[in-house]
């Protein structure tokens, strides 16, 4: 397992933690809290602390967009190289290892997303069409990309992202797959476009399902035209591969597309006539 970078000495050790003697740094926490550390050990781990304290001068950091426990835990392991990290505090500490380019908790953060993966897929393999349970697993694979998401989109950090696309490509079936994507597409006029990406890239040679799809967002949005969502996945997803393996969903999905334009072009020639008469 990866350890911290360094062998702190005795008597910089976990004791010397928010200590008046030692801690020359005020860190300021939620609800007003405060705690104390040194800059020497926290320069050690991270070139932000480094620049911080050793180029502008100074004497504080705030930790106060964090949970307090998190904080702490955090501040702890640049002490002594322990953190536990779980889904509850995942994106905190994966947050805090990103904004201050701490490698080794990067690590840490990717080791502990790795074994929820695992996790998750043992649980696809021992469902066995239970609702609840199935309801369950379905709200965890959605963390797990939204969580990867979170990662490639606003921390830069792409490999989680990668590794769960990949993953759950490989090791869930097809039918498995379709009633994810599903379910992760439900409110479909209000998903992200990287969570198309992510249904797209799982979803693989299976099209029906992202035909299915894009056929229900089309019932729905009936007269108001594709969507951006709609619009997106048929730039998107390979329509060549749909028509040859699914002619016929394919040709229905087209109907609607049509359906929808000659609505649309009914409601302006109307809205037209309106305004010429008033």
Not at 9 to 23: K, M, Q, R, W, Y
Not at 36 to 52: G, T, Y
Request: glycine content about 6%; proline content about 2%; overall charge positive.
């Amino acid at each position: 397992m990866e350890v911290s970078k360094i062998s702190l000495p005795a008597d910089f050790g976990i004791e010397n933690l928010d200590c008046p003697v030692h801690g020359n740094i005020e860190i300021n926490l939620k609800g007003e809290q405060k705690m104390r550390a040194n800059s020497m050990i926290l320069s050690l781990h991270s070139p932000v602390f480094q620049n911080m304290f050793f180029k502008h001068g100074r004497t504080s950091v705030d930790l106060d967009d964090f949970e307090t426990d998190v904080a702490r835990q955090f501040l702890s392991g640049l002490y002594n190289g322990k953190v536990e990290i779980v889904r509850k505090n995942f994106r905190e500490f994966h947050k805090l290892a990103s904004i201050f380019k701490i490698d080794w908790l990067k690590v840490r953060c990717q080791l502990a997303f790795f074994k929820i993966i695992k996790a998750n897929l043992a649980k696809y393999g021992d469902c066995t069409g239970e609702e609840e349970k199935s309801d369950e697993i379905m709200k965890e694979t959605k963390w797990i990309l939204d969580e990867a998401i979170v990662g490639k989109v606003v921390l830069k950090e792409p490999k989680l992202f990668d590794v769960a696309v990949q993953v759950f490509s490989i090791r869930v079936g097809d039918g498995r797959k379709s009633r994810f994507i599903r379910y992760y597409l439900s409110d479909f006029s209000r998903v992200l476009t990287e969570q198309l990406d992510i249904c797209i890239k799982i979803a693989g040679e299976n099209v029906k399902v992202l035909l299915e799809v894009l056929k229900d967002s089309m019932s729905e949005r009936s007269g108001e035209g594709l969507g951006k969502n709609t619009t997106y996945l048929l730039e998107h997803i390979d329509l060549v591969r749909c028509r040859k393996l699914e002619p016929d969903l394919y040709k229905d999905v087209f109907n609607n597309i049509l359906q929808m334009k000659n609505s649309l072009v009914s409601k302006t020639t109307e809205l037209k006539k309106t305004d010429k008469l008033s």
